[in-house]
């Protein structure tokens, strides 16, 4: 019978396996075959490609093809999107500078002030 020794370290795994710059916190990359690594590099690598994610699109066409400035609980009733979908988006689009927040109007449906977004 083999006993093995629990307390016993393991060896510790090489630096090039471990990440191959040997920087602890920089970021793995694209493995060659259009996979990334890690889900955060997939992430930046998709915000650093200027393609907008499919619910942007959404909301972004929404705006443009109505051409009028909408609530995001408007939004949200409008595309069938959830709210919580709708501002993060909203956000994301925000930060392009894809979208214009204009100052509060009641909401047709939230029946509450809040801040319409239109399209560039």
Known sequence: MVQLDIFQASPPLPKAAANPRGDRHAPLTNDGRGRCDTSRDALAEHRSSGKLG???????????????????????????????????????????????????????????????????
């Open 54 to 120: 499919a619910q942007q699109q959404i909301v972004y066409a929404a705006l443009t093809k109505s051409g009028q400035a909408w609530t995001r609980a408007e939004l949200a009733a409008k595309t069938g999107l959830p709210v919580a979908s709708i501002c993060g988006r909203v956000r994301e689009l925000l930060d392009l500078q894809m979208l214009v927040e204009e100052p509060r109007r009641p909401c047709s449906v939230s029946r509450k002030n809040a801040h319409p977004v239109r399209a560039r």
